[in-house]
C-alpha cells in the first residue's frame, strides 16, 4: 500500500557502464531535503557510490566491484536508506518520463511563459495587469539589443548589428523574436512538464495550458478593439505560427528546464487571413480593470469565475466560423452570466435587460424591445434550423447586438463590483422595480407577469434566498 505521506520515486539500476539513477519529480519538501543527507551517506555505508543531482531531484549511484547487480537487493537498500521516499522500480514499458508525471500527479509548478501571436501589430512593450506584451524586433523601433527576450537569440553577431532582424528560416527561441509575445506566470500541473518529454505528440497538454492562458490574457484587449463589424482586425489566437503551435516555457528552479514546445495540439483552428489587430495601449478604455479584476483574479468566487467565463466568451465568439453558432454562443453566455434562472418569455427579457441598461431606464426601454426581437431570432434558429441567410439579416449585425449586450452585461458586474450572485439579483430586480423602469414595463402591457413585479409569481420565487 502507498503511503501518502511520502514522495513517489523510482528506481534505475545500473546497466553497463551506465550508472543507476534513483529520481522523484520536482524538489523534496523541506524536512525531506534534510534527510537526504543522511540516505545518502546510509546508502555509501551500504557500498555504493553516490551523489546527488545538482538540481535537486535524484540520486545517481553504482556499487563498488559489482560484477552482476542484484537488482533486489539494491531496491531493499535503497528503500532502508530512503525510508522518507515510496520507491518503484522503472517499468520499461512505462518510460521515466511517463513514470515521474504518474508520480507527481497532484503537484504543481510555476512557470513562466512566451507565447507568440500572428496578425497582432505592437510598436513596442507594454504591461496589461500581470501580463507583459512585446513587440517584435523590428530593427529600427524595437532592436534586439532593447528587447527584453534578447537572450533568446543564437545568431551569431545579432546582438552587435542594430539593423538585426529574424529571418524567414529562423527557427528556435530566435523564431520567437520575429511575433509579439504575451509574457505570463501561470501555475500548472507538474506531471505535464515530464508528460512533454515523453514523446512529441505529448507535448500537447502543456501547449494548450498555456496557449489558452495566453489567449485569456489577450480578452481584454480585443473587448476594448474588436467586433464584428470589421473581422479582418481581428488578432489570431496565440500560439500559432503558420501551421505550428509554439511556445516557451520556463518553470521556476533548476529540476524542470525551460523548453521551447512545438507540435498541433489542436485538429481545427481559425485563423485571420487579412489586416490582423494595431494595438495601442494609449486606446485602451476597459482592458485594464478588465485583466486586473477578472484575468488576473485567482478569488475564484462565483461572481469571479462567472465573469472569467463571460469574458472568454466574449471573445471565444469570434473564432466560430458560423455567424449562427457564434450568436448563439453570445446568448448562451448571456444566460449564464445574469442567470435567469426559470424565468422565461417576457420575464426573461426584462431581467436580461436590467443588467444590459448599464442603470439608463432610457436605454432599457429600447434594449427590451431589440433584444425580444434577437431573442425571436434566437428561437427560430434552435428550434427550425434557420440561417441569417434564409432569415434575410446580416448575421454580423445580429452578432454585434448580442456582443454589445454581453458587454454591457460584464460592465455592470465589474463597475458595480457584486461579489456573490445575490448582490447580482437584487440589483436587478431593484432596477426593474424603480420608478422610472415601472412606467416602461408597464407599457408593455404583457400577460406573462402581473404588476407590481413585486406581486408576480415568477419573480417572487426567483428572488427567494
Not at 98 to 103: K, T
Not at 286 to 313: F, H, I, Q, T
Not at 421 to 442: C, G, Q
Amino acid at each position: 500500500m502507498t503511503d501518502l505521506s511520502r514522495i513517489g520515486a523510482v528506481l534505475i539500476h545500473p546497466r553497463g557502464d551506465h550508472m543507476g539513477n534513483l529520481l522523484w519529480p520536482g524538489v523534496l519538501p523541506a524536512d525531506q531535503a534534510a534527510a537526504l543527507a543522511a540516505s545518502i551517506a546510509a546508502v555509501r555505508a551500504q557500498g555504493y557510490w553516490a551523489s546527488p543531482f545538482p538540481e535537486g531531484d535524484g540520486v545517481t549511484f553504482k556499487r563498488y566491484g559489482e560484477s552482476s547487480h542484484d537488482a533486489a537487493a539494491c531496491l531493499a537498500d535503497f528503500e532502508a536508506a530512503f525510508a522518507f521516499l515510496e520507491i518503484e522500480e522503472l517499468d520499461a514499458a512505462e518510460g521515466r518520463a511517463s513514470a515521474l508525471a504518474r508520480l507527481a500527479a497532484g503537484r504543481t509548478i510555476m512557470c513562466t511563459y512566451l507565447v507568440p501571436v500572428e496578425a497582432l501589430r505592437l510598436e513596442r512593450p507594454f504591461l496589461l495587469g500581470d501580463t507583459r506584451f512585446h513587440a517584435p524586433v523590428d530593427g529600427e523601433e524595437v532592436r534586439l539589443a532593447n528587447h527584453a527576450w534578447q537572450s533568446l537569440c543564437d545568431v551569431p553577431g545579432a546582438d552587435v548589428d542594430p539593423s538585426w532582424v529574424p529571418s524567414a528560416r529562423a527557427s528556435g527561441t530566435t523564431e520567437l523574436l520575429g511575433y509579439p509575445l504575451i509574457e505570463r506566470s501561470v501555475e500548472v500541473p507538474l506531471s505535464v512538464f515530464y508528460e512533454a518529454q515523453a514523446s512529441f505528440d505529448r507535448q500537447s497538454p502543456l501547449l494548450r495550458l498555456v496557449m489558452e492562458d495566453a489567449d485569456h490574457a489577450l480578452d481584454p484587449i480585443r473587448y476594448d478593439l474588436c467586433h464584428y463589424r470589421r473581422l479582418e482586425y481581428l488578432p489570431a489566437k496565440p500560439g500559432w505560427i503558420g501551421e505550428t503551435a509554439i511556445a516557451y516555457v520556463m518553470p521556476e528552479g533548476r529540476v524542470v528546464k525551460p523548453r521551447l514546445l512545438q507540435g498541433k495540439p489542436y485538429v481545427l483552428r481559425v485563423s485571420n487571413n487579412w489586416l490582423g489587430l494595431e494595438v495601442d495601449p494609449s486606446g485602451f478604455s476597459w482592458a485594464e480593470p478588465l485583466a486586473s479584476m477578472v484575468v488576473d483574479d485567482k478569488s475564484g468566487d462565483e461572481v469571479a469565475l462567472a465573469l472569467k467565463a463571460a469574458l472568454r466568451a466574449f471573445n471565444r465568439a469570434f473564432y466560430l466560423v458560423e455567424l449562427e453558432a457564434s450568436f448563439l454562443h453570445l446568448v448562451y453566455a448571456i444566460d449564464a452570466l445574469c442567470e435567469p434562472d426559470k424565468l422565461r418569455g417576457d420575464r426573461h427579457r426584462l431581467w436580461i435587460s436590467a443588467f444590459g441598461a448599464s442603470g439608463d431606464p432610457g436605454r432599457f426601454a429600447t434594449l427590451l424591445g431589440d433584444f425580444d426581437r434577437r431573442y425571436g431570432v434566437r428561437n427560430r434558429i434552435v428550434h427550425e434550423g434557420a440561417t441569417f441567410a434564409g432569415l434575410g439579416l446580416k448575421g454580423e449585425e445580429q452578432c454585434q447586438f448580442m456582443l454589445g449586450l454581453l458587454g454591457a452585461c460584464i460592465q455592470i458586474f465589474v463597475r458595480e463590483g457584486f461579489t456573490t450572485r445575490r448582490e447580482a439579483a437584487d440589483y436587478a430586480f431593484d432596477f426593474l422595480t424603480s420608478s422610472p423602469v415601472t412606467t416602461h414595463v408597464t407599457a408593455m402591457a404583457s400577460e406573462h407577469f402581473k404588476l407590481p413585479l413585486a406581486t408576480d409569481k415568477g419573480f417572487r420565487e426567483h428572488m427567494q434566498p
